[in-house]
Nanobody, 116 residues
Framework: QVQLVESGGGLVQPGESLRLSCAASGRRLSISVMGWYRQVPGKQRELVAT???????NYADSVKGRFTISRDGAKNTVYLQMNSLKPEDTAVYFC??????????WGQGTQVTVSS
């Protein structure tokens, strides 16, 4: 069983920054991709950013140039540095992990609220 535990959400004002972290734990961890998705009430969960174990990144157009995803392979941890936050970034952010077996795991979610 694999567990993904997020931390770092909170309430910030527009233009400020937040850093999310997600640590994966479990037996025989063989993670190929980690990333972040977000969801607001009434809408589908959407991709924010992903990073492969080789370091290849992918970002949603709405966050390019503002968010940076990184990964510490030794710690099985993925980070999302979010700068220049906007009210439309408000959502529950979910950590995502895909194993080399193509099984997907999700964290419990962390709330990010951007409001003045």
């Amino acid at each position: 069983q694999v567990q993904l535990v997020e931390s770092g959400g909170g309430l910030v004002q527009p233009g400020e920054s937040l850093r999310l972290s997600c640590a994966a734990s479990g037996r025989r961890l063989s993670i190929s991709v980690m990333g972040w998705y977000r969801q607001v009430p009434g809408k589908q969960r959407e991709l924010v950013a992903t990073i492969t174990n080789g370091g290849t990144t992918n970002y949603a157009d709405s966050v390019k140039g503002r968010f940076t995803i990184s990964r510490d392979g030794a710690k099985n941890t993925v980070y999302l540095q979010m700068n220049s936050l906007k009210p439309e970034d408000t959502a529950v952010y979910f950590c995502y992990g895909r194993m080399i077996t193509s099984i997907d795991y999700w964290g419990q979610g962390t709330q990010v609220t951007v409001s003045s």
